[in-house]
């Protein structure tokens, strides 16, 4: 089992930025796919960005790109979030996810079915 803790969520005003983090206990998350997805109140759970477990291989969503960049320490058993140009529409509770990463089928990893471990989500609010 692999449990997930997300911090760093707050409020922010619009164009500021945040960084959040996912610490990882029970395994070493260093063969494991991690992700962010992030919900919004009334809106269904999106897809935020991913990360292969070596580093190497980076999705976004176009909503974020070039503003988030996510980021991993397998030392630490921690992946992060930065946030920069944060805006309203930004504002969500956002989840960290963790799968093994099998095969060379990287789409997958957009889709918050193939993660069998999440965390409880941190919120993060951006003020206008």
């Known amino acids: 089992q692999v449990h997930l803790v997300e911090s760093g969520g707050g409020l922010v005003q619009a164009g500021g930025s945040l960084r959040l983090s996912c610490a990882a206990s029970?395994?070493?998350?260093?063969?494991?796919?991690m992700g962010w997805f992030r919900q919004a109140p009334g809106k269904e759970r999106e897809f935020v960005a991913a990360?292969?477990?070596?580093?190497?291989?980076?999705t976004y969503a176009d909503s974020v790109k070039g503003r988030f960049t996510i980021s991993r320490d397998n030392a630490k058993n921690t992946v992060y979030l930065h946030m920069n140009s944060l805006k309203p529409e930004d504002t969500a509770v956002y989840y960290c996810?963790?799968?093994?990463?099998?095969?060379?089928?990287?789409?997958?990893?957009?889709?918050?079915?193939?993660?069998?471990?999440r965390g409880q989500g941190t919120q993060v609010t951006v003020s206008s």
């Open positions: 996810a963790a799968a093994q990463q099998y095969g060379s089928n990287w789409s997958a990893y957009s889709n918050w079915s193939a993660y069998p471990y």
């Open positions: 990360i292969s477990w070596s580093g190497g291989t980076r």
């Open positions: 029970g395994r070493t998350i260093r063969n494991y796919a």
